[in-house]
């Protein structure tokens, strides 16, 4: 296809419940950067009753919908959704197939990768196309201290999960887009593990990847009372609070408070670390923050290499008084205004 | 419960990571300077392989694609308790990637023949793919789950699966034979007893090379893999590093005067 003709882009458009995740979205909007040469940008949406989601998809930049609406696709099995993809990347050749790094697409694309015997490349963190229209796909290794770039010259589609946050989805606005039902066709029977339960829970107060402000903190904050400490500080600054792998693990935040390779990637206009030693793992997730101040109270704390702003100090002694500050000068704004 | 396979990879031990260096003409990394362990999510994966021969019998056999050096890692997980040991190690299996390593476990797992469940890590701490366990189902006509933090097990012989999913959870119940990828919640790794490190040294490891599984070679290794390495670069977060100096008090002075420049109040 990169010969003349247009390049056709897949995206795989996630959805539990009807609610679509927003890393499709995402996808969305580096599909048509990448298509902005000549290509298509086509968002490939199995469930049931879903419908509704194409127009959602158009608008942030799907020049079609194929959609595959059958019950037995209403909750996502990997059976039925790795026999239908596989299928439908038979019957019609993209270029290019991207999913989200989602717990689902971890586990679907491989094995669609697997059954069209096409190379996949995992934990995407930049897309880009070479001189000859090939895929360049950057990949985060070692904890993400490593990355590398790795093509799929030869097999077709080129496939990549990559990571929620790490593109950008378009502004939705009115477009034109088709809408095609492809048929379904499955087996009736040898579907793999019946899903019998699915539990989830919305997540509370700000999502950390929209937030201008992050206040992230690590082991070193110590315990649930000193916890709060952050919670006051991330919301007086009108932002989110992030965390480590170890205070989920306290159960101090929760799972999707976590930033980092295997959490969130996060590009606020100021981070601020506090009792974060700054493994790679993390670093990896906050190193796109336009402003970065580290607080930690030793002087080797290895977040340090990666902050704009250092404190060494013991983060008891500076974030009392810093939120005692904070909420003077916003009084202060409050009575001038 | 006949047999149950688990799969266990070497990989760079972590501790030693900030040594690693790259080798500007092959575009490799240097890892040879770096000691190997066995992937802390493996030891997850054999643990579950171990608490279901408790229960239900049947034999553990570990299987790695590694080269000959890494029978010592498979000892501790024989050490752990697994009966056996299959090392897949042929110079052709060199560079593959995910599909072609799956295509040489698929292969390992054919020879031993036999099981009712595949258990992996999740993810290696190395590659960090998480690719494996969906590509070597596959291969093998097998379902697969991933991300699972809970098993049980019914009467008739029924697994349930309990795994993590966005903000939560969901299950599914399953009819083995299954490859079951897990994550750490899902149990504590056993603690190693002396007599088990002694009990090894007497046990099995075969090591196989592709004159056994007799592997199309154009399908494996650097040249049989559809993914290519383009570029590799060690990535260093620099930053301005500014350290504010002065008693607490002051400390709190300046990053108030950052935090309002950066204009976030």
């Known amino acids: 296809m990169e010969k003349g003709g247009q390049m056709e882009i897949w995206v795989f458009a996630e959805q539990r419940g009807g609610e679509l995740h927003k890393v499709s979205l995402e996808l969305l909007g580096k599909a048509k950067e990448l298509a902005s040469k000549g290509g298509r940008v086509t968002a490939v949406l199995p469930g049931h009753d879903v419908k509704a989601i194409s127009r959602s998809l158009i608008n942030h930049g799907a020049d079609r919908v194929l959609l595959a609406d059958d019950p037995r696709l209403g909750i996502y099995r990997i059976i039925p959704y790795s026999l239908l993809l596989g299928g439908m990347i038979q019957d019609h050749r993209p270029d290019i197939f991207l999913m989200g790094a989602t717990a689902m697409g971890v586990e679907l694309a491989p094995r669609v990768a697997a059954k069209v015997k096409t190379g996949l490349s995992a934990h995407c963190i930049d897309l880009s196309l070479d001189s000859q229209g090939r895929l360049l796909q950057v990949v985060p290794g070692w904890g993400g201290g490593v990355v590398a770039t790795v093509s799929c010259p030869e097999h077709r589609p080129q496939m990549a999960t990559v990571m929620p946050g790490a593109m950008k989805a378009l502004p939705p606005k009115e477009r034109e887009g088709e809408i095609f039902e492809v048929a379904v066709e499955l087996p009736d029977e040898n579907l793999g593990p019946e899903v019998i339960e699915i539990t989830q829970e919305k997540p509370q107060g700000l999502p950390l990847e929209k937030a201008e402000v992050v206040v992230a903190g690590g082991w070193g904050i110590g315990s649930r009372e000193n916890w709060q400490l952050i919670q006051e500080l991330a919301s007086l600054l009108g932002g989110a609070v992030g965390a480590t792998r170890p205070p989920v693990d306290e159960g101090w935040a929760l799972e999707g408070q976590m930033i980092g390779q295997s959490g969130k990637t996060i590009r606020p206009r100021l981070y601020i670390g506090i009792g974060i030693s700054g493994v790679m793992h993390h670093v990896v997730g906050m190193e796109g923050s336009d402003h970065i101040i580290a607080i930690n109270s030793d002087p080797n704390a290895e977040i340090f290499e990666t902050a704009d702003v250092i404190v060494v100090e013991d983060f008891k002694k500076i974030i009392p008084p810093l939120i005692r500050e904070i909420k003077n000068r916003l009084k202060k704004q409050g009575s001038s205004d | ?265």
């Open chain 2, 1 to 265: 419960m006949k047999r149950i396979i688990v799969c266990v990879k070497p990989v760079p031990d972590p501790k030693h990571w900030g040594r690693v260096s790259m080798d500007p003409d092959t575009m490799t990394l240097r890892r040879e300077v770096i000691p190997s362990i066995v992937n802390p999510l493996d030891k997850h994966a054999i643990e579950a392989g171990l608490s279901v021969r408790d229960s239900f019998g049947g034999e553990v056999v570990l299987l790695s694609m590694a080269p000959p050096s890494a029978q010592p890692l498979l000892r501790e997980g024989l050490a752990m308790g697994a009966d056996r040991a299959v090392l897949l190690s042929d110079p052709v299996f060199a560079g593959s990637d995910t599909l072609a390593t799956s295509l040489i476990l698929a292969a390992g797992c054919r020879y031993i023949g036999d099981f009712d469940l595949i258990f992996l890590g999740n993810m290696s701490i190395d590659g960090s793919t998480a690719q494996v366990c969906s590509q070597l189902a596959e291969l093998l006509g097998l379902p697969n789950v991933m991300h699972v933090t809970g098993l049980s097990w019914t009467n008739e012989g029924k697994v349930i699966i309990t795994r993590k999913i966005e903000n939560g959870f969901s299950k599914l119940v399953g009819i083995p034979p299954l490859v079951l990828s897990v994550r750490k919640e899902l149990n504590k790794p056993r603690y190693v007893p002396f007599t088990g490190i002694l009990a090894a040294e007497s046990k099995e490891i075969r090591v196989l090379s592709n004159n056994d599984l007799k592997i199309d070679p154009s399908q494996i290794g650097l040249a049989g893999s559809p993914t290519k390495m383009a570029g590799l670069e060690i990535r260093r977060f620099e930053r301005k590093r500014e350290r504010l100096e002065g008693s607490p008090e002051e400390i709190v002075r300046k990053l108030m005067d950052k935090i309002y420049q950066i204009g976030v109040i």
